[in-house]
Structure formats: C-alpha cells, structure tokens
C-alpha cells in the first residue's frame, strides 16, 4: 500500500489551503451517564425512551434534525453549523462496494450528494458528476489544476474551489459553468451559501463574501495566514480558522470583525457549532471549545499530535481525529475524555456520525464504524485490491458511504 508521505503533510494541507475488525478494545475513561446505571427510576418511560427490564433507559428520545434529512447530502459536514450528524440508520453491518470510481489523481474532495448524483473534485483537476445508483459519469468539468473543496449546492447551482487560484459556479444538471472569480491564491476552503451569497477563503489570506447569483465580490477580510477551513454560519455570525493561528467570528452581512480566538498553530479545521460552543481543533495539538458568549475557551484537550480533523458533535460528545492516530470521543461538557480509538496510522479526515455510529477514516487505509458510546468497533472496510489512505469525511445518505482515497478511487459502500 502507497503510504502518504510525511513531508506531504503541511504540502497537501497548503495545496489545499475491511475486510476485519481490530482485536483492540477502545481506551475508555469515564463512567456512564446516570440515566444508563443500572438503578429503577420508578417513573414511566418519557415519549421517544426504551428501557430494559430493570426499569432502566437504554435509549433517550431522538434529536430533532435540524435539517431535513432528505437534503442532508447536499450540506457540507451534513448539517448547516457542520456538525457531521446524519440522521438515518446508517451502514449497520460491514458493507460491500456498491461501485468505486476511478480518477486521475487523489481525491481529497468530500462529495456532495443531490437529485442521485455524487458530485466531488479529484486532484487532477476534473469535477465530476457520477450516477449514484451505478457509479457512471453523467458529466466533467475541467481546471487547470487539482479540486481540494467540497462542492457547495444551492438553487440549482454547484460552487467549489480550485489550487487554479479560481472559485467556480456550475449548473449543476448540465455542468456548464455560470461565472468563475479569480483569487490571489489557492482554494482549500470549501465553501458555504446562504441567503444568496457564497463564502470561502483563499491561500492569498483573504476571506471572500460573493453574490451567488452573479459572482459579484460583495466583500473581503483579510488574516495574515492562508485559509483552508471551511466556515460555519450561526445566525448573522460566520466561524472560520486561518493558518495564523485565529479562529474569526465575522458579521457575514459586513464582513466586520466581531472577534477572535488565537491558538498556537494554524487552524485548517471546519468549526462545528453546537449549544452556543465552537469546537474546532489546531496544529498546535490541541481541540478547543470555545463559548460564544464569553468568546473564550470553555476547556481545551490536548492530543499528541496536530489536530486535522474537523470534528462531528452529537447527544453531549464532540468526535475528531488527530495525527497521533486516535479517533477521541470527549464529553461537550466537561472535556474529559470518553474513549479513544487507536488506529494504524494518523487521522486527517472529519468523522461522521448515523444510526448510533461513528464513522471514520485513516492514512492506514481503513473506514472504521465504532459505537458512539462505547468506541467498540461495529466493522471495518478496506479494499484488498490497492486500500489507501481515507482523505475525505464519509457521507452516508440512502442507504449508502460514500468516501475517497489517495488510491484516486471515489466509493460507494451498502
């Protein structure tokens, strides 16, 4: 198997700014939650509970979606503040490969999935437009150099960025392209849309406000780093990190500044906002939540290694990955750990969560599922014929994964 070299690390992140289950058990390092000990309530099960036949709840009700789940694919990160949570059932047994799709070059685009098809770049500079049901090209788009972003979709219209310095608006049936705007670096930062106008960052330092209809720059904030990460809207508030080391809460309306946090290394991470909390890791090794109101840190964990992966929140537990090859699970509240998982190699890719799982990938070639609470691996995949490394967030809509890989194929998982 190709392994990612190292030195192609903070390259690939500038560029862009299973066979079996493991025999090891997850770390576990806190109790569980009161409502699952093992002591009667006495009171009936609330609407949305199971209990077992102790009297216990085994289950709480289900989160509200804040999103309707038909359109979750189409949504960066799945939800609107990038919480990584798909709410359906999820792959709950190990999946075979429904189709894989083969590209020129790596792909370190996460797809989007609208009207059954899969849209996503590969580092060869192609966007592509591929037949959900049977993995087929409907239609290609070509730049002059590699696709890092995931695609936006909004009325009618996909958006993405290109290392080609240029941020693209494509019809999103024909593939013809609507208008392109020219940066003075390379796009990493996959974008987002609302209210008629589309937001990203560029390696040029600057963050970009632009009509969605028409390409038209609305505004500009300039940061004294690159920007790779994705924002994240709240209410009238866009979230983003740059490599300087800032997270940035701007007025999207203005582009005027409301505040900052600083860490001791960039941030290439996506924000996800959950209960007036951002959460977002940085190189310097550390995973921060950061509270809105008091725009200060309301605890911090410390890894042992630089933190990539933007994390996934859900039912009071935030999940991301970092370098040192763990998969963390840490309470919302507190910070404290959960459980951990340690895979064969660094995490680099967002992890996703459906069906009472998390899903999520490594350099060492494997998509792993491992209960939310527990970390206890449900299943592993990894293609026997050329597995690599997992470079984007799964996404799991219809009763299928969706993911790519260093070995330039974009799968299809049931």
């Excluded at 969605?212 to 983003?240: C, E, H, N």
């Excluded at 190189?283 to 996934?312: C, H, M, Q």
């Amino acid at each position: 198997m190709r392994r990612l070299p190292a030195f192609l690390v903070p390259l690939l992140l500038s560029l862009l700014v299973c066979t079996a289950s493991r025999a090891e058990e997850p770390v576990k390092t806190e109790q569980p939650e009161a409502a699952e000990q093992t002591a009667k309530t006495g009171e009936a099960p609330k609407e949305g509970e199971k209990v077992n036949g102790d009297g216990v709840v085994t289950e709480s009700p289900p989160e509200k979606p804040p999103v309707d789940p038909k359109i979750q694919g189409s949504i960066y990160r799945a939800t609107p503040r990038h919480t990584g949570v798909y709410y359906n059932d999820g792959l709950q047994k190990r999946p075979k490969i429904r189709w894989k799709f083969e590209t020129e070059r790596w792909i370190y685009s996460t797809p989007a999935v609208c009207d059954g098809l899969v849209f996503f770049g590969s580092m060869g500079g192609n966007f592509y437009a591929v037949d959900l049901a049977k993995g087929e090209q409907r239609w290609t788009f070509k730049v002059d150099k590699g696709i890092g972003t995931a695609p936006a979709i909004d009325n009618g219209t996909i958006y993405f960025g290109a290392s080609d310095d240029r941020f693209y608006a494509l019809d999103i049936k024909t593939g013809q392209e609507k208008w392109n705007v020219k940066t003075g670096g390379k796009i990493a930062s996959s974008p987002a849309v609302q209210d008629g106008v589309v937001y990203f960052g560029s390696a040029d330092r600057n963050f970009y406000a632009v009509k969605a209809d028409v390409g038209k720059p609305l505004w500009m904030f300039r940061t004294k780093g690159y920007i790779g990460s994705a924002p994240t809207i709240d209410g009238d508030t866009i979230y983003f990190g740059s490599d300087d080391g800032n997270l940035y809460a701007l007025n999207r309306l203005t582009g005027a500044e409301k505040w900052n946090f600083h860490t001791g290394n960039g941030i290439s991470t996506t924000p996800a906002i959950s209960d007036g909390i951002v959460f977002l890791g940085s190189a310097d090794g550390n995973f921060y939540a950061l509270d809105i109101e008091t725009e200060k840190p309301a605890w911090t964990f410390d890894t042992g290694g630089r933190v990539y992966s933007s994390p996934a929140v859900y039912d009071g537990i935030v999940y991301f990955g970092s370098e040192d090859g763990n998969l963390y699970a840490v309470d919302v509240k507190t910070g404290k750990q959960k459980w951990r998982y340690s895979t064969g190699d660094k995490i680099f890719a967002e992890p996703s969560i459906a069906g009472g799982l998390v899903y999520f990938g490594s350099l060492d070639g494997r998509l792993f599922a491992a209960d939310l609470k527990t970390g206890k691996i449900k299943w592993t995949f990894k293609d026997d014929d050329g597995a690599d490394a997992v470079l984007t967030s799964p996404v799991i809509v219809d009763g299928v994964l969706i993911f790519g890989s260093w070995n330039k194929f974009l799968y299809c998982l049931q």
